[in-house]
């Protein structure tokens, strides 16, 4: 079983539309977590991080369910700009000092179209 | 946007020659890492560096080794590569490498071996 699992999509959504990514962690060490946005043929970027009581930036809410070792990304009112692949990234601390190495999952494709 | 240059940025080589790649940062962080990034796979840990001349191996290390004699400069060496290392290669930054920290990624040098 992958650290880090995402739906790879891809997910194709009209502009306006509300639209979320789940991710699971194998985990139950890992301290925190991460959403990246991927565009094609670039570098990940940090989206925002993940807090245990959930957090939001304008259009974008990320939520963390540490019993269910889960992370979500909700985007609403998508924006053709929005297409890229999202990454759920998780830094695993297992007793030691872990050095900021994060585990990425595959990512989630997303494509917002007219 | 993070200082963090990669050279080169495309590299196509033959299968057993060596091969090095050079990521180099303006932003004095200490901790400094090389991903490999394969469809299907995600992002992956080759290696790190917690300081200069310190190092260490991350999940996917096999026919790699890394140097760092200077804060800023992380070099990565194929010794002599194999068609399996043909990837997208990305350098990561992060000022304190603890588990919250961002991590800040270059450009990526793409490697074809042939």
């Known amino acids: 079983r992958k650290e880090v699992e995402q739906d790879p999509g891809p997910f194709n959504v009209p502009e306006g539309a509300t639209v979320a990514f789940n991710c699971t962690y194998s985990?139950?060490?890992?301290?925190?977590f991460f959403w990246y946005r991927q565009d094609c043929r670039k570098e990940p970027k940090l989206l925002m991080s993940?807090?245990?009581s959930g957090n939001e930036d304008g259009r974008f809410t990320a939520q963390l369910n540490r019993a269910s070792q889960y992370i979500s990304l909700l985007i609403r009112d998508s924006k053709l700009s929005d297409s890229a692949t999202y990454l759920c990234?998780?830094?695993?601390?297992?007793?030691?000092?872990?050095?900021?190495?994060?585990?990425f999952g595959q990512g989630t494709i997303l494509t917002v179209h007219p | 946007d993070a200082g963090i240059t990669q050279s080169p940025r495309h590299k196509v080589t033959e299968t057993g020659t060596p091969v090095t790649l050079r990521c180099h940062q303006t932003?004095?962080?200490?901790?400094m890492y090389w991903y490999r990034q394969d469809p299907g796979h995600g992002l992956r840990l080759i290696h790190y560096?917690?300081?200069?001349?310190?190092?260490d191996k991350g999940e996917v290390s096999d026919g790699y080794s890394v140097s760092r004699s200077k804060t800023e400069d992380f070099l990565l060496t194929l010794e002599s590569a194999t068609s399996s290392q043909t990837s997208v290669y990305f350098c990561?930054?992060?000022?304190?490498?603890?588990?919250?920290?961002?991590?800040?990624f270059g450009p990526g040098t793409r490697l074809t071996v042939l």
């Open positions: 990561a930054i992060s000022a304190a490498g603890g588990p919250g920290d961002t991590q800040y």
């Open positions: 985990n139950s060490a890992s301290q925190s």
């Open positions: 993940v807090y245990s």
């Open positions: 990234v998780v830094n695993i601390n297992a007793g030691g000092t872990s050095y900021g190495k994060l585990t």
């Open positions: 932003e004095n962080h200490r901790y």
């Open positions: 560096s917690y300081g200069v001349k310190d190092t």
